[in-house]
């Protein structure tokens, strides 16, 4: 991982540990949000760390299992890291389905925040 510019090493390592606690144990979500940070969850707005943690945690599955394809990562002018994510998800007995999510990476004291997310499944309505 060394040869990969700083931003691919950071989010990179971002991705990795966001979807291990979110598959793992979601109520630990906050640790990675401030109290600026806004989500976007199908198109349902939360804004602070608060509000997103609760829609988190009480998403309606039990088990949630991520399988990242395809991630990039791009350093932004005032010194953030933007994150795209392509990938398949696997909730409880429900099929396999794709997502895509993007995050705004900004450090602030030192450790690497969430200040935005952006998330949805790729789901196509062809009727």
């Given at each position: 991982?060394?040869?990969k510019?700083?931003w691919?090493?950071i989010?990179?390592?971002?991705?990795?540990?966001?979807?291990?606690?979110?598959?793992?144990?979601?109520?630990q979500?906050?640790?990675?949000y401030?109290?600026a940070?806004?989500?976007?969850w199908?198109?349902?707005?939360?804004?602070?760390k608060?509000?997103?943690?609760?829609?988190?945690s009480?998403?309606?599955?039990?088990?949630?299992?991520?399988?990242?394809t395809?991630?990039?990562?791009?350093?932004?002018?005032?010194?953030?890291?933007?994150?795209m994510?392509?990938?398949?998800?696997?909730?409880d007995?429900?099929p396999?389905?794709?997502?895509?999510q993007?995050?705004?990476?900004?450090?602030i004291n030192?450790?690497?925040?969430c200040?935005?997310?952006m998330?949805?499944?790729a789901?196509h309505?062809?009727?």
């Amino acid at each position: 991982m060394g040869d990969k510019p700083i931003w691919e090493q950071i989010g990179s390592s971002f991705v990795q540990h966001y979807y291990q606690l979110f598959d793992t144990d979601r109520t630990q979500l906050g640790s990675i949000y401030i109290d600026a940070s806004c989500l976007t969850w199908e198109g349902q707005q939360f804004q602070g760390k608060a509000a997103i943690v609760e829609k988190l945690s009480t998403l309606p599955f039990t088990k949630i299992a991520h399988s990242i394809t395809a991630q990039d990562h791009q350093p932004t002018p005032d010194s953030c890291i933007l994150s795209m994510v392509v990938g398949q998800l696997k909730a409880d007995d429900d099929p396999i389905m794709g997502f895509h999510q993007s995050f705004i990476l900004k450090n602030i004291n030192e450790a690497w925040v969430c200040t935005n997310d952006m998330f949805r499944l790729a789901l196509h309505n062809f009727g």
